[in-house]
């Protein structure tokens, strides 16, 4: 229900655009969140948006050179990535958390109702 898609090789201080496509079911009521994993270590928060796209929430490493939205209408959410660093190469997943509110920024893995299969994004130095 959740397929995210977009990742990647690339360059440090290159971009890559993250896509997370919905289906079975309508989540534009739902807040959507990108997490990521490295092999051996816990997965992180990296990005959230309400349901309505009008309050985001970022993790303080991607402040300033990831930003999330969403398209609705297309059931889909972006994760824009500049100026990418190495430390930034994980498996990115996106999620969708069912709690209605207009400005909630879950930002909790235990928050998410729904996960995707990851997209590997790889930043080479």
């Known amino acids: 229900q959740l397929q995210a898609s977009g990742g990647g090789l690339v360059q440090a201080g290159g971009s890559l655009r993250l896509s997370c496509a919905t289906s079975?079911?309508?989540?534009?009521?739902?807040?959507m969140g990108w997490f990521r994993q490295v092999v051996g270590k816990e997965r992180e928060f990296v990005a959230t948006?309400?349901?309505?796209?009008?309050?985001?929430a970022y993790t303080d490493s991607v402040k300033g050179r990831f930003t999330i939205s969403r398209d609705n209408p297309k059931n889909t959410v972006y994760l824009q990535m500049d100026s990418l660093k190495p430390d930034d190469t994980a498996v990115y997943y996106c999620?969708?958390?069912?709690?209605?509110?207009?400005?909630?920024?879950?930002?909790?893995?235990?928050?998410?109702?729904?996960w995707g299969q990851g997209t590997q994004v790889t930043v080479s130095s």
């Open positions: 999620a969708a958390d069912n709690t209605q509110g207009v400005y909630y920024v879950p930002q909790s893995q235990g928050d998410f109702d729904y």
């Open positions: 948006i309400s349901w309505r796209g009008g309050v985001t």
């Open positions: 079975g079911r309508s989540f534009s009521s739902y807040s």
